[in-house]
C-alpha cells in the first residue's frame, strides 16, 4: 500500500506545475495508470481524495486511463493485449513476447480555471 | 477552463534521484542489485551465504531495508563487510533517496558491488527505481506456484527468479515446473536459479550468474 505515497508525489506536481500559472485554481489531474505499474486505481484515488481534503488543492479530481500491458511480437509484427499475463504470442504461439507497454505512472495533464 | 499538457512520470523526482545513482554506480564501477520478495522468502539468508562465500579482499557493501528493527544489517554485519540499516518506519518500500542518504559516508571508489534488500514486499517495491543494474526476485518453495501470476508487476520487472528453499521440496507439493512455467509466461524468458541458502545446493549457479552479470554491465566500459 504505497498510494499515498504515489498521491503526495501527484501533488508535487502539481504543486510545481502552480508555479508557473500563480493565479490558477486547479481542478482536475489527469494520469495514466498501467496494470503493471504496481499501482492500484481505487486506493490511489482513496488516499488522494483524503490528501486533498481542507487542503488549498480541495476540490481536485483525478481522471484515470488505465492502460493494459501491451506484447510486441517480433515474428508476426503485431501488438497484442496480454489478458490475464497471458504473453504468448495470439497469432504464432511464440512465447518470446516483448513488453511493450502497461508500465505507465504519468501525469498527462493538468486542468486549471485562470482568474 | 483550461488544460495543460504535462507528460511527466509522477515518480519524477525518485527517477531524477535513481539516474543520479545509476550515473554514480558507473562512474565507480559499481555493481548494484535490488532484492525483492515476500516476507521470510529468504532474502537475508541469501545475502549472508552470499557474503560467506566472497574472499575477504572482495569490495562489496549492503543496505537493508525494514520497516522496524536492525536485525537484518546485525546478521550481515557479522561477515566483516559494511552492512546498514534502512529502517523505514511504516513505508513499505525503498526509494531512491533512501538509498542516496544511506550512502553517505561510503566511498563508492572502493566499492565494487552492492546489494540493496528492500523491504518485504511484491507490490509497492515495483514503482521505484533506485538505481540499480538489475532486480532480483526471490520465491521460496513454501509460497505458491501462481506467486508470478498474482504480482506480475514486480516478476515482469525483475531480471532474475531466485527459487529458493529447495531442499524442502520432499516434503511439499510444491510444483517447480509449474512455477518456472507462471514466472515465463509473466516474464518471458526470465532467468531462473534454484537453490538452497540453507543446504547450498545450487548455489554456485546463483555466484555465477552474479559474476556474469556484473561484467555485463560494466561490457560496454573501457577501464580507466
Known amino acids: 500500500m504505497h498510494e499515498l505515497s504515489i498521491a503526495e508525489a501527484i501533488l508535487d506536481r502539481v504543486a510545481a506545475e502552480a508555479e508557473r500559472h500563480p493565479r490558477g485554481r486547479f481542478t482536475k489531474v489527469g494520469l495514466r495508470i498501467g496494470e503493471l505499474s504496481g499501482v492500484d486505481p481505487e486506493a490511489l484515488s482513496f488516499g488522494f481524495e483524503v490528501l486533498v481534503k481542507d487542503t488549498r488543492w480541495d476540490p481536485l479530481a483525478l481522471d484515470i486511463q488505465l492502460c493494459p500491458r501491451m506484447q510486441y511480437c517480433r515474428g508476426c509484427d503485431c501488438k497484442f493485449r496480454a489478458t490475464d499475463s497471458q504473453t504468448a504470442c495470439p497469432q504464432c504461439g511464440s512465447p518470446a513476447t516483448e513488453c511493450v507497454g502497461g508500465d505507465e505512472l504519468d501525469v498527462v495533464f493538468m486542468e486549471l480555471e485562470e482568474e | ?224
Open chain 2, 1 to 224: 477552463m483550461t488544460q495543460v499538457k504535462v507528460e511527466q512520470k509522477v515518480l519524477n523526482e525518485n527517477q531524477r534521484l535513481a539516474a543520479e545513482l545509476r550515473l554514480r554506480f558507473l562512474e565507480n564501477q559499481v555493481f548494484c542489485l535490488n532484492l525483492v520478495s515476500s516476507p521470510g522468502s529468504g532474502k537475508t539468508s541469501l545475502l549472508e551465504r552470499t557474503l560467506a562465500a566472497f574472499s575477504p579482499d572482495t569490495r562489496v557493501a549492503v543496505l537493508t531495508g525494514d520497516i522496524q528493527t536492525e536485525n537484518d544489517a546485525r546478521r550481515l554485519q557479522r561477515f566483516g563487510f559494511p552492512a546498514r540499516q534502512i529502517t523505514t518506519g511504516g513505508t513499505c518500500h525503498l526509494d531512491a533517496r533512501m538509498i542516496d542518504k544511506h550512502l553517505a559516508g561510503w566511498d563508492l571508489g572502493s566499492l565494487e558491488m552492492l546489494f540493496i534488500e528492500n523491504v518485504g514486499n511484491l507490490v509497492c517495491p515495483s514503482s521505484y527505481d533506485l538505481g540499480e543494474h538489475a532486480k532480483v526476485v526471490l520465491l521460496s518453495v513454501t509460497e505458491g506456484e501462481d506467486k508470478p501470476l498474482k504480482y506480475p508487476s514486480m516478476f515482469s520487472k525483475a531480471e532474475l527468479l531466485v527459487l529458493n528453499k529447495i531442499d524442502l521440496l520432499p516434503h511439499l507439493n510444491f510444483d517447480l515446473q509449474l512455477a518456472r512455467a507462471n514466472a515465463l509466461r509473466v516474464h518471458p524468458g526470465m532467468e531462473m536459479v534454484e537453490l538452497s541458502c540453507t543446504t547450498g545446493q545450487g548455489f554456485e549457479r546463483w555466484m555465477d550468474w552474479l559474476q556474469q552479470r556484473r561484467k555485463r554491465a560494466f561490457a560496454h566500459c573501457t577501464p580507466a
